[in-house]
């Protein structure tokens, strides 16, 4: 039976805790073999085994631990019948091994200090028996790729001949281990220091980066803050602002319309007829005024609602619009103003129009400006009006395009024309009179509504003008709020 050491089998005396079993899984054959019968064969086992350690290329380390544990092993089981030591190689396993067997017939079991110790230095298996017992120390070899034939010739030459030592030389070569030992022992105790050296520097560096890193950041956070912070003192001024225009342009509205009204309401009496007629000069002159009271009230009321759109109170209500009686009615208003006999106004067939559930007066209004626009700047040629269902739109929508033949607009005037106030500058405003609301405003209703607009022209060539109005009817949002935004998609939004 083979039991390694330390295991505490009833009847098994001796055995070390910590002692393995051997790797050797066959038989080993012994390349060297002798008998240990007195202290100076131990001697000589000593110096034999450290010699076949360094033959077969084990570090300095472990010829001292395989040695010490031969050594040790020798003593202990010296005295017994029989006893004799044998070196071979085990090649079976997947590294080749150094196997070292004590065998002897009669005799104590091993100490169990003894097999602890060596234990702790290589690997050992202990395999009593009822007549015979035996030791077996296994020592992996390093993977050098010599081939195991090679190995075991020089195992044979190193071992050929054994040379008897006294103590003597037992305890000089013990000294002379001892002395490598220290030695290495110091060599790695002054790359220890200088190992540690060097990590200490590595870490008053990284100390040192860590804390220029921690003031830029603190410094960064504070400019970030001071940034923050007068940016939020620029948003609110801007808010303030704003307000405040809102309300001048509000009040400024409030206080024009009574005064327009009492214009145009007086040129209309003036015109009326009485009992003293006009001559022909004060008419054409009140009809002027008339017409000129007509036109600045309907910028005070384009001022007051962008006014209105702006603070968001300006209240959208969904409703069905008639399609055609609102291109009708655009036709017969634009038609009678716009005063051009080389431009023509065409509108879309009144039997193809898409059903639209939106707010039909402001529709009128954005529609309005952008007809007006496009007649005012075309000076011959055509201004179209066409209204599909919108293919682009994930959403049921209608889509608005006007097309015009006129003038255009130059590209680097694009980005500008839909600035509050901002005119193309050119020899056409000399006839052409506005304030610059027209496009904002069209916009403006357009985003409340839930739409959107855009334009694009060619210099010299004309305009096109789409507006997308989403349908709010048939099952979809049926109410916008203040900021022309479904509902629904505001509450998504304020979440």
Excluded at 7 to 31: I, T
């Amino acid at each position: 039976m083979r039991v390694a050491a330390g295991a505490s089998e009833p009847g098994l005396r001796g055995g070390a805790p910590g002692a393995g079993r051997p790797s050797a899984a066959g038989p080993v054959h012994p390349v060297a073999s002798f008998a240990l019968s007195t202290a100076q064969d131990v001697f000589g086992l000593r110096r034999s085994a450290q010699q076949a350690a360094a033959a077969l290329s084990l570090e300095r380390q472990d010829q001292v631990r395989l040695a010490t544990a031969l050594s040790e092993l020798g003593r202990d089981r010296l005295g017994c019948r029989g006893l004799e030591v044998s070196f071979g190689l085990d090649s079976t396993s997947r590294s080749t091994c150094l196997v070292v067997t004590f065998t002897w017939h009669d005799g104590p079991p091993p100490a169990r200090d003894t097999l602890a110790l060596a234990a702790k230095l290589v690997r050992v298996g202990f395999e009593p028996g009822a007549t015979v017992s035996r030791i077996v120390v296994t020592q992996p070899l390093p993977a050098d790729g010599v081939r195991a034939s090679e190995r075991r010739t020089r195992l044979a030459e190193v071992l050929k001949d054994v040379v008897r030592s006294t103590e003597t030389d037992d305890l000089r070569a013990q000294t002379r281990d001892l002395i490598a030992t220290l030695e290495e022992t110091r060599a790695q105790g002054e790359e220890l220091r200088r190992l540690n050296e060097e990590l200490e520097e590595t870490n008053q560096g990284v100390l040192a980066l860590y804390t220029e890193l921690t003031q830029e950041l603190e410094a960064t956070n504070s400019g970030v803050l001071a940034l923050h912070t007068e940016l939020e003192d620029k948003r609110r001024q801007l808010q303030e602002a704003s307000e405040a225009k809102t309300r001048f342009w509000t009040n400024i509205s409030h206080e024009l319309r009574t005064p327009v009204n009492s214009v145009v309401g007086l040129s209309a009496l003036l015109l009326a007829p009485g009992p003293r007629p006009l001559s022909d000069e004060q008419q054409v002159q009140v009809e002027l005024i008339e017409s000129s009271g007509h036109i600045l009230l309907s910028l005070v009321s384009d001022l007051l609602d962008v006014a209105k759109a702006e603070a968001g109170h300006l209240d959208v209500h969904p409703r069905p619009v008639d399609l055609p009686l609102l291109v009708a009615h655009l036709s017969g208003i634009l038609l009678s103003g716009h005063g051009h006999d080389r431009v023509t106004l065409v509108t879309p067939s009144l039997e193809q129009l898409p059903p639209l559930v939106t707010d039909e007066t402001l529709l009128v209004r954005i529609l309005r400006n952008l007809l007006s626009n496009a007649l005012k700047f075309t000076e011959r040629g055509e201004v179209r009006l066409d209204i599909t269902v919108d293919p682009e739109s994930p959403a049921p929508a209608v889509l608005f395009t006007v097309t015009d033949t006129g003038i255009g607009i130059p590209a680097d005037e694009l980005d500008r024309v839909f600035e509050a106030f901002y005119q193309v500058r050119g020899p056409h405003q000399s006839e052409r009179p506005g304030t610059g609301l027209g496009l904002p405003y069209a916009r403006t209703l357009a985003e409340l509504l839930g739409g959107s607009l855009t334009l694009t022209s060619t210099e010299g060539v004309g305009t096109r003008v789409r507006l997308s109005v989403p349908d709010l009817g048939d099952g979809h949002t049926k109410q916008l709020g203040a900021e022309g935004r479904p509902e629904t998609e505001r509450a998504g939004r304020d979440r």
